[in-house]
């Protein structure tokens, strides 16, 4: 057997609302992606890193692809893409609760990549995920079918990523699509997500949790000021919540700040988890016409890269 080590780029790709996010936490063992069930919640590539002793991957967790309207939307499908081209190979997951037995529904969802990821020739597996939700099992066997006709060669892997089934058996597929490689990141390096990053998309979390359904799509957080007080172990965060229509300030508000203020103490509470210190922080919520539109407004969120 090879002891020959190897380590690259694995982008994980599909519709939006597939699991990915949920997938790469469950790897890493550590949150570092948003995880909700709207649909299109990660609005950049998040890199996590998967270290062991005879391989290091690189995941890029990326947006989901879908018929793109709207320049955030264009934005978010073209930093999907962009990472396709750095990988070494990629993982198409799907939701295989929702296609079993619609598999229309499924040709429908991948047509926008079906093209682009053959031309590309990069390696592939599908991961169907949600199988935790499929009972019974045996009900997979024509979505795999169809799977394998539509992308042949491809590995394919049922699992769930909530539960961890079948996730050693994808990790060991798309070990093979690495080059040998020495280690490009430490060992102990989870992520190349700078923290402020991290406490943003934590804020924006919050929002989802919240306000659920009742969420305007049109929000985005900067964090706008950080800094820490050493001698009192406490970092102090200012940050905006930006959304695009005063009828929405008014929701993520809520009654007598009801809302805004939920959101702060569950953010609050992660961000001491993930900073080690006591946490003040103050939360702004400011309307901003059209900032979907505004291409070096999205740039200054740090949205596309």
Same mark, same amino acid.
């Given at each position: 057997?090879?002891?020959? @080590? ?8 599909? =519709?939006?609302?597939?699991?990915? $996010?949920?997938?790469?936490?469950? #790897? ?30 690189? /995941? ?31 993982? *198409? ?42 009972? =019974?099992? %045996?009900?997979?066997? $024509?979505? *795999?079918? /169809? ?45 190349? #997500? ?13 929002? /989802?949790?919240?306000? %659920?359904?009742?969420?305007? @799509? ?25 959304? $695009? ?7 993520? #508000? ?15 509470? %992660? ?13 702004? #919520? ?20």
């Amino acid at each position: 057997m090879s002891t020959t @080590y190897r380590a690259g780029f694995i982008a994980l790709i599909g =519709p939006p609302n597939a699991g990915k $996010s949920t997938f790469l936490n469950t #790897v890493l063992g550590e949150k570092i992606a948003i995880v909700s069930p709207k649909p299109q919640t990660t609005r950049t590539s998040i890199t996590g890193i998967h270290t062991t002793a005879h391989e290091q991957i690189v /995941f890029l967790d990326t947006p989901g692809i879908h018929v793109a309207r709207g320049r955030l939307n264009r934005l978010l499908v073209d930093t999907a893409w962009k990472a396709l081209q750095e990988a070494n190979g990629a993982i *198409l997951f799907l939701d295989g609760a929702k296609y079993v037995g619609h598999e229309t529904a499924l040709e429908r969802d991948t047509k926008p990549m079906l093209g682009r990821l053959t031309s590309m020739g990069i390696p592939l597996a599908v991961a169907l995920n949600k199988i935790d939700q499929i009972k =019974p099992k %045996e009900v997979l066997l $024509s979505l *795999l079918a /169809f799977c394998s006709t539509r992308w042949p060669g491809a590995e394919l892997v049922p699992v769930s990523a909530r539960t961890g089934e079948g996730l050693e058996r994808l990790l060991h597929v798309v070990r093979d699509f690495l080059p040998a490689s020495d280690r490009i990141f430490p060992d102990d390096q989870l992520s190349t #997500v700078p923290v402020r990053f991290l406490a943003s998309e934590i804020i924006r979390e919050k929002l /989802f949790m919240v306000l %659920e359904q009742e969420l305007p @799509y049109n929000v985005a957080v900067e964090i706008e000021s950080w800094e820490e007080l050493r001698e009192q172990n406490m970092t102090v965060v200012n940050a905006i919540i930006y959304t $695009s229509k005063n009828s929405h300030k008014g929701m993520i #508000v809520g009654r007598h700040g009801e809302n805004l203020k939920k959101i702060g103490q569950q953010s609050r509470k %992660e961000l001491k988890d993930l900073l080690g210190t006591k946490v003040h922080l103050e939360l702004w #919520v400011k309307v901003r016409e059209g900032w979907t539109e505004d291409g070096q407004f999205m740039h200054s969120l740090g949205l596309g890269s």
